[in-house]
């Protein structure tokens, strides 16, 4: 996909910010930086990043905090959360992962082993980033591949339909609006008028419909933008 996963970075120390910011960029992950607990949740709530690496302790607002608030409202639950902390005991990733946290990081830690996690992280929630196989009823991706099926005949997409289709069928039910769908498939920094959306989408489902006659299964929502099934 041409819009690479996005993860937010809330660490207050500059140096380790920095670490994390080269090392992600490098995987070539785009990057958000934060460094207190109130920025991060902003941030969560209005780019919505693929996950978040958390500092523990944060100025403020406490990781541990910011973590609760994350799991606790309906828009940001789903961002998996990796919590890095200097804090080793066991009573504390207890605590780290009772608060909601989807993974426990202890400093010093390995970069590798780090990048490691986070890709098992966004595999879940981006299975296309990481080569998946995705499948909702008779409509199958191969993402490694750019093939695409439906009942067993192959599709030909375009790249910007393409990846549409991932996108849908990474969170099959999700509502995603024109806009998150911009940031999404066509990149932040690119400037696309909307209703560019809607001609990619009508293209879409022309291509899904062609091949078996089939109604295609992406659903228009008043008012909201679209979702598969």
Known sequence: MSAQ???????????QREVLVYNLEAEGYVVQQATSGDVALDLAREDGPDLILLDWMLPEVSGIEVCRRLKAAAETRGIPVIMISARAEEVDRVRGLETGADDYVVKPYSVVELMARIRTQLRRVRPASVGERLEFDDVAV??????????GQELHLGPTEFRLLTTFMERPGRVWSRDQLLDRVWGRDIYVDSRTVDVHVGRLRKALRSATGKDDPIRTVRGAG????
Not at 5 to 15: H, I, N, R, T
Not at 142 to 151: I, L, S, W, Y
Not at 226 to 229: C, I, P, S, T
Request: overall charge negative.
């Open 142 to 151: 191969d993402t490694a591949e750019h093939r695409v099926f439906r009942d």
């Open 5 to 15: 996963p996005s993860v937010l970075v809330v660490e207050d120390e500059a140096s």
């Open 226 to 229: 679209y979702a598969l099934g």
